[in-house]
């Protein structure tokens, strides 16, 4: 090998770990901020609590009073931790979704997930009847219906990815399908409820995360890092998909079977943020636009980076959703949308056709 082809080979890999380092920079820029508006999330609220007293009673319970211990732990940091793991599932789900329709407006919600997780909460609302007979799914019979039917969706769209001739397109459209009809189903049980119930389903529609409980925390973090640890083994393959499928092809990868891997995966965490705090938006599509023009397409720091900003996104809607109205506390939907329309509206007119030509 000649001299100048060794230079070149050290000078190529000194830009690289440049490279790699600004995104690590950026990523622990965004961890940092996370956790400074956790923390201002945990202080706002009907208790007046500061942020020492706060931090404090979070490194050490057994030593702070009691009401601070039960405002802390028992309301509002079950609300916080979900806050963050809600936003990172929705922030994952929309940078996969992106991925594998190369598409960048593509998110859970395109495909109708939200949708039909919302009528299944309607008809437990409605019927106050689990879908499973347990005697323990009464207590949870909103979050598993709404789990189910978002489910139920899914293998939806997986058994017509299946058929022979299905394309990108034809998930799309098949999702789009679904959102129709789901938006039909709630309209029609919205139509005949009562007053009383119709205000509870429009309520859960508008997304909450008050609802959040430890047991709720944790099975939401559970499912979180069962994907992220799927996922971690498939990074360097969706890599290659957004070079185009002949090229990943080319590379050994399997396109058929990661694209349905990966959108079983993406409408789990889609589900499962649903399923415990309504319909939120804006979310799996803002964050990972951010998360793609700070850290670029390599998955190993886009999908990691898409969970990050998906749940700082959330948390300064619920950090929005105490501050905007003094003494109410507004539905965290509605507030996403707030933050999400002017982004979106900028991702449309400037960085859309940049990032995606």
């Known amino acids: 090998m000649s001299t100048n082809a060794i230079m070149a080979r050290q000078e190529d890999r000194h830009h690289y770990r440049q490279h790699q380092g ?75 979704m992106q991925t594998i329709l190369n ?45 189910l039917f978002a489910c139920l969706s899914a293998g939806v769209i997986f058994l017509v990815s299946r058929m022979r001739g299905s394309t990108q397109e034809t998930m ?29 389903i429009v309520f859960w529609a508008m997304g909450s995360l008050g609802r959040a409980t430890w047991p709720k925390v944790g099975v939401a973090a559970a499912l979180l890092l069962l994907a992220c640890v799927l996922l971690s083994r498939s990074a360097w ?53 951010m998360a793609r023009m700070l850290l670029g397409e390599d998955q190993r720091f886009f999908l990691p980076g898409s969970m990050l900003f998906g749940a700082i996104l959330l948390t300064i809607a619920e950090i929005l959703s105490k501050s905007i109205i003094p003494g109410i506390l507004l539905p965290i939907g509605i507030t996403t ?8 509206v900028f991702l449309l007119v400037v960085v859309r056709r940049r990032s995606w030509s």
């Open 103 to 147: 598409n960048p407006l593509a998110e859970p919600f395109t495909l109708g997930i939200s949708h039909a997780a919302a009528f299944g909460a309607a008809l437990a609302i409605a019927f106050g009847a689990p879908l499973l007979p347990w005697e323990w799914a009464q207590g949870y019979m909103i979050t598993l219906n709404a789990f």
């Open 22 to 96: 600004r995104r690590l920079q950026w990523v622990a820029i965004g961890a940092m901020l996370l956790l400074g508006i956790f923390l201002l999330d945990m202080t706002l609220g009907p208790g007046k609590l500061g942020l020492a007293q706060v931090a404090a009673t979070l490194m050490d319970p057994d030593g702070a009073d009691m009401k601070s211990r039960f405002i802390i732990w028992d309301i509002r940091l079950p609300v916080a931790l979900m806050a963050v793991l809600v936003g990172a599932a929705l922030g994952g789900a929309g940078a996969l």
């Open 237 to 289: 393959r969706l890599t290659a998909l957004r070079m185009g499928d002949e090229a990943a092809e080319a590379m050994g990868v399997n396109v058929t079977r990661i694209r349905l891997v990966v959108l079983l995966l993406s409408s789990l965490l889609a589900a499962v943020a649903v399923a415990f705090v309504g319909i939120i938006g804006f979310v799996g599509l803002v964050g990972p636009h």
């Open 337 to 344: 949308s707030l933050i999400g329309v002017p982004f979106f």
């Open 172 to 200: 799309i459209l098949t999702g789009i399908a679904i959102l129709f009809v789901f938006s039909a189903l709630n309209a029609m049980l919205q139509f005949a409820a009562s007053a009383e119930t119709l205000q509870q």
